[in-house]
């Protein structure tokens, strides 16, 4: 999946996904931690939701006062509710959001690839990678998943009621070229990361 024109001394970049409660952000942490340069899509909607203008002004016109919080500001819990069990609302800000959030990941790796001494992987955090068609934009995909129990207990809603429309867990992990079913501890993930960061450290210098 590496895209068309690229060096193969520039970052490698790499995608998370995986379903709700599977434990992305910590695998996201983890790359972190071994040196790859990490964005999570979902703190660029919590920007977008905070700080981009045209995105406020739609909202509003769109969904109305009744979303802002006390101090004035787009509460995504708020929106959350209306799209919850709305899939045209949900398309709608989809269709708003999706297209920023895209623009603002392949900046932000751009900005990498300009970098003296660029990093050797950077890894993005796109829950609906799959789901969007957005995996032809990485040059690997990690696909992060965990049994339905371990992810009941760590989502704060309940997985079935918000992945009807999502693939399953098994037809993402046949097209990832790395899978880790994330029921262990934290270390056995570390060490899982650690391990795909030599693999793909050793791809970017073929």
Known sequence: ???????????VAVAITGGIGAGKTEALNAFARHGAATISSDDIVHRLLR????VRAALLKHFGTGILDDAGNPDRAAISRIVFDNPQELAWLEALL??????E?????EGLSGLADPPAVNVTEVP????????????SV???????????????????????????????????????????TRQQLDDFVA???????????K
């Open 1 to 11: 999946m590496r895209p068309e024109g690229g060096s193969p001394s520039r970052s």
């Open 51 to 54: 700080e981009d203008d045209e």
């Open 105 to 109: 990941y392949l900046a932000w790796r």
């Open 98 to 103: 999706h297209p920023r959030v895209v623009a």
């Open 142 to 184: 990690v696909v992060i998943t965990a049994p339905d129990d371990v992810r009941r207990a760590r989502a704060r809603v309940a997985a079935e009621e918000r992945e009807g429309r999502l693939l399953p867990d098994e037809e993402k992990a046949a097209r990832a070229d790395f899978t880790y079913v994330n029921d262990g």
């Open 195 to 205: 391990e795909t960061m030599l693999a793909l450290e050793a791809r970017r210098r």
């Open 128 to 139: 609906l990678l799959y789901e969007v068609g957005g995996a032809e934009r990485f040059d």
